[in-house]
């Protein structure tokens, strides 16, 4: 099933377990605060405004799709900038703790304003680089457009488990990007995405690496 339009990302939306008013509220405002910030800065393109439920909101809510509800967190976003997935992911599973990594001032000042006209008190930005954040064990980890999967893996299979579950949005080069990882056990697979005909998610668990190449933190 691909989504083609704002009406059928939507209908979809409203479809998910987690799909209530107040979630509708704190996505509505999300889509308000994103197009006034993106005068100010450049967030996301201006074309895609006008398929922002699609583009954005639905494209990052298809990964909750992957993660039960029952699972616990913490959810750990990299590279989250605009806010997707991580404030939509927020915004969803208020509950939550959502962790979101940014390193860039301006993209975390807005982060932190979003959250909190969101009233999402269990999400929290941790402005710094990935390299250095705290290692802890997560339950989730996202990262939409963060880097190419091998840098990406050696980055933060640190906060890795074995019942971590890995959700990357690769666009075009899903496919790609995992027929040519090596060095690493695990048990990826690429995904359709629900919002774009030719891209794909990369979905699954991570094992480690391999031996002679080294070892997890």
Known sequence: MILRD????????????EWNAAAAERLELLVRLLAEENQVQNLVSAASLDEVWRRHITDSAQLLTHVPRETGLPWLDLGTGAGFPGLVIAALRPEAEVLMVESRARRIDWLERARIAMGLDHAHVIGARLEHVPTRPVRAISARAFA???RLLDLSARFS?????????KGRSAAQELSELRGWRHMFHVEQS????????????????????????
């Open 161 to 169: 488990t074995a019942d971590t579950i890995w959700l990357l949005p």
């Open 148 to 150: 190419p999967l091998p």
């Open 6 to 17: 704002e009406a059928e990302a939507r209908a979809w939306l409203m479809a998910l377990p």
């Open 194 to 217: 629900l919002t774009d005909a030719d891209a794909g998610v990369i979905l699954g668990t991570l094992g480690g690496k391999l031996a002679g190449k080294g070892k997890l933190p």
